[in-house]
């Protein structure tokens, strides 16, 4: 998990830099029709540094927690649950 997630961290922090940097100038910006491009430009920015936070540090947090509750139950017998429903489409 280490390993994925110092993988990981060049791309998606490059990814969230380059797209805040971009809504800089859009969220500094004093001219004509700022009142409207200045708050879009702030929630932008705002995602995308809640969702960078998000993928690298909750999101394998809770991933440890799960796998680490699979693999204590895993005496029992249990299934896993697919991750999506997808119709037969041979009939």
Known sequence: ???GAAVRLRP???TATVASVGFLPMALSTSAGAEVQRPLATVVIGGVVSATLLT????PTVYAWVED???AREGEDLVPLP???TPDLDT
Not at 56 to 59: A, I
């Open 1 to 3: 998990m280490r390993e």
């Open 12 to 14: 998606v922090l490059a």
């Open 56 to 59: 690298l540090l909750v999101l």
């Open 69 to 71: 509750r699979w693999v």
């Open 83 to 85: 991750l999506a429903v």
